[in-house]
C-alpha cells in the first residue's frame, strides 16, 4: 500500500466532511435558485458548454440517457432550457439555457462562487493555491482510478 492505512482512513474521514458539507451547500434550503439538486448541476453543465447534446450532458454528469431526458424536460416545463433537434440530424438534440435559465445559471454561479471564496480565505494565505491545486489533482486521480478500474468487467473496456 502506498501510503499507512491510518493515513488512509484520516483522508477518507476528511473526504467524508468534505462531501457532506460542500455537496449540501444549497440542498434542502431552496438556495439553489428554486430548482432541485439535479436541475443545479444540469444548469452549471449546461451554462459552461452554452449548448450540448443530450447524450454529451448524460456523460458529463454520469447518468443515464433516460434520467438525463426526465431533468431536462422538468427544465423545459418550467423554461430555463430549450430543447431543439438539429436541422442536419433529427436524432441530436440541441440543449442550452433560456434567457431566464441564464439568469438562473448567474446566480448559482455567483452563489458557489462568493461561498467558496470565503472558504478558501479561511486557508493560510500562502497555502491557498497549492490547496486549490491539489483538490484539482486529487479530482484527476479519483477519475483516472475510476476510468481504469477493471470492477465487474464495466470499466476500463477498450
Known sequence: ???EINKIQELRKKLRIIERQAGGIFEGR???CGVTTAQCHT???IGARGEVSLVELAEALELDTSTMSRTIQGLVLVGLVHRKASEDDRRYVKISLTTQGKKVYDEIEDRYNAFFDKVVALLP???RDAVVAAIGDFADAIRAS???SDCCGKRGET
Do not use: F, P, T, V
Open 1 to 3: 500500500m502506498a501510503m
Open 30 to 32: 431552496n438556495d439553489c
Open 43 to 45: 444548469i452549471l453543465e
Open 125 to 127: 494565505e500562502g497555502r
Open 146 to 148: 475510476i476510468e481504469s
